[in-house]
């Protein structure tokens, strides 16, 4: 009843009944002047917040992200093209047997080139690995290959290289022919986020840190270099999701 | 003067008139960061909040539907950025980030008194999802009527909470602040 006298909800009759109730419960009335003080209080701080002058940063990313609207136009553009790709393809292939073989085939021959691409390389030389804080599955003197992804919509594919002082560079490249939000996450406890950019500072991406995350969000073909230090000597747990529309399309854990 | 409306600017944003952009910043850059620094507590997280908020507003600009309240979209796409913020940060780095603030502010900022500071705390130390009611009334000035399209919880129960909320506050602030 409270809650409704506050809010003014309350009929005639009730109200009288409610201030007569006060008249006489010295609890109440001590409640209602306290639920009172607590609105004015809320009034009060909420009148002095802190002034946002945001539009300039905000400006400046929306400028750097481009005309989105025409780069997504285009996209259109080039999917109406490989729409009369189609086509012609299934000309070639007029039945799903053909297709399904023609699948099977591509994709025997990206992963050849995959697997041939990430094969074990001779060291270079110039780094010890004696300076590695953490490991990868598949070592490699000059970067170790971790994650490579394949949906279709985005490619990604990330290495990591060890650095002396506990530093580990990733290299991370993006392909995806729309937005996509590619987000690393990590325990505070495990890294830091010490720099991070853009290879090349194209226009169609952003780029987020927080104090236990990365966030890029990429369009087209990019790649970025995220520079992390290592708080422990033991492995530990970089979380690789891929987000597409705010929906989680891809997660994976490796260890670094 | 006439003001155009919210999808008269974003209908010219989608036709490449990219600055027009910044009316819709300059109309709703100060409700959207109150609603994130009262939520995070820290100013410097709440700009970066702010800032990521009309960053994803504009880059899904064109799934806007015109029937739809430009406002309420974008007020709803801040709580859901906040909200899976708050969540993903760890509870002991809010207090330490809202300690440091408060200090500076107290120290720093003359205009800010001593009971606002502790009201500021007291609204800290609810569950967000009082804590995000009693932000949209007071902060934001939304109607009960918003809050329950923003939240998707009916209008009843967002009064009902509000109250909770209210009660909870007049608990801390007056046994752990005593300032009532």
């Known amino acids: 009843m409270l809650r409704l006298y506050l809010e003014g909800n309350l009929t005639d009759t009730e109200k009288l009944q409610f201030e007569k109730e006060l008249a006489v419960n010295t609890e109440l009335s001590a409640l209602l002047e306290d639920m009172n003080q607590v609105e004015h209080l809320l009034e009060s701080s909420a009148a002095s917040s802190t002034k946002a002058d945001l539009l300039e940063p905000i400006m400046n990313s929306v400028w750097k992200l481009g005309k989105v609207y025409e780069r997504k136009q285009r996209l259109q553009d080039d999917q109406i093209a490989a729409g009369t790709w189609q086509k012609t393809a299934n000309r070639i292939f007029p039945t799903p047997h053909w297709n399904l073989a023609w699948g099977f085939i591509a994709g025997v021959i990206v992963g050849v080139a995959i697997l041939s691409f990430f094969h074990p390389r001779q060291p270079s030389g110039g780094f010890s690995e004696m300076d590695a804080t953490g490991t990868f599955a598949q070592k490699d003197a000059t970067g170790f290959l971790i994650l490579p992804v394949d949906l279709p919509a985005v490619k990604l594919n990330l290495a990591a290289n060890p650095l002396p002082q506990s530093f580990i560079q990733l290299n991370l490249d993006v392909s995806s022919e729309e937005n996509c939000l590619v987000q690393l996450s990590f325990n505070t406890s495990s890294f830091q986020v010490w720099s991070l950019r853009q290879v090349g500072n194209k226009p169609n991406c952003q780029i987020l840190a927080g104090y236990n995350y990365v966030e890029i969000g990429n369009l087209g073909q990019n790649s970025y270099i995220i520079l992390l230090k290592k708080l422990t000597t033991i492995e530990e747990e970089l979380s690789v999701s891929i987000f597409r529309d705010g929906n989680l399309e891809y997660n994976s854990q490796v260890k670094i | ?180």
């Open chain 2, 1 to 180: 003067m006439v003001e155009i409306d919210d999808h008269s600017i974003i209908k010219k944003v989608l036709e490449g008139d990219t600055a027009s952009f910044a009316e819709i910043v300059v109309r709703y850059q100060q409700i959207i960061f109150n609603l994130t620094y009262q939520m995070t507590g820290n100013e410097e997280d709440a700009r970066d909040l702010t800032q990521e908020i009309f960053i994803r507003a504009y880059m899904n600009l064109d799934r806007i539907d015109p029937h739809y309240k430009f406002f309420s979209w974008l007020y709803r796409l801040g709580v859901n950025q906040t909200l899976d913020f708050i969540k993903r940060r760890k509870p002991l780095i809010l207090t330490e980030n809202l300690m440091a603030h408060d200090r500076y502010a107290e120290n720093e900022n003359g205009n800010l008194t001593e009971k606002k500071t502790y009201v500021r705390k007291a609204i800290q130390k609810l569950k967000p999802k009082y804590r995000l009611l009693i932000v949209m009334k007071y902060y934001s000035a939304l109607s009960y009527d918003q809050m329950s399209l923003i939240t998707g919880i009916p209008e009843k129960k967002v009064k009902s909470r509000l109250f909770e909320a209210r009660q909870m506050l007049r608990t801390t602030l007056k046994s752990s602040m005593e300032i009532l």
